[in-house]
């Protein structure tokens, strides 16, 4: 079985509502979070789950919707994992998203600084894995699949949506994109409506 919960269905526009995009997907007893809007991590609380309790991030591109809680997820993970030896979060992403993280982790610099000095419990900086696709397998474990395509949301490039497959389900996240047809490669195919 897979679960897909949507812990945000928002746009740019602050909506007292609706926190920002992201949706969680349990599936083989893995935890795949994708993208990161704004809220996400009460949502994440609402839900049961938490920032370390994901085997995956996900995102489909770097808009600012979509990432805005990156740094509090990537912080939280970090200072509520009490291992000595913590493994890396997975952040799985268009190119660009490596330049993200790192700029992400340099403005909280200060922060983890704070947090090295004052607690005895966390040790050196958060580890973060990433790694860029557009296309193709990039994730496997435990007959969970995870399989990256790119999408179209241009101007936006590029962009890229994920199937994840367990058990003969599957379900596709593509965060915003108009409809386009399979591919693995960028730039995708040709968009199948001229709805943009
Ligand atoms: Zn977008």
Redesign the pocket.
């Known amino acids: 079985m897979i679960e897909v919960t949507l812990l945000g269905t928002g746009s740019p526009i602050p909506d007292p509502n609706r926190a920002g ?1 992201a949706t969680l997907v349990r599936a083989g007893g893995h935890t795949f979070l994708t993208d990161c809007g704004r809220g996400v991590q009460q949502r994440l609380a609402a839900a049961g789950s938490s920032a370390g309790a994901l085997t995956a991030l996900l995102l ?2 770097l ?1 600012s ?2 990432i805005a809680d990156l740094g509090d997820l990537l912080i939280t993970r970090w200072i509520t994992t009490f291992d000595p030896d913590p493994a890396p979060i997975l952040v799985i992403g268009p190119p660009g998203t490596a330049e993200v993280v790192d700029a992400t982790l340099a403005a909280f610099g200060h922060d983890i600084g704070y947090r090295i000095a004052h607690h005895a419990d966390i040790t050196g900086p958060p580890r973060v894995d990433v790694r860029e696709h557009t296309g193709g397998v990039v994730w496997e474990h435990d007959g969970v699949v995870v399989r990256a395509a790119p999408t179209d ?1 241009r101007p ?1 490039a590029p ?1 890229v949506g994920f199937r994840i497959e367990h058990d003969g389900a599957s379900v596709v996240l593509a ?2 994109t108009v409809p386009v047809r399979a591919s693995t490669t960028w730039p995708p195919a040709q968009a199948l409506s001229s709805t943009q």
């Open positions: 995009p489909t591109h808009h919707d979509h949301h936006v962009t965060g915003d």
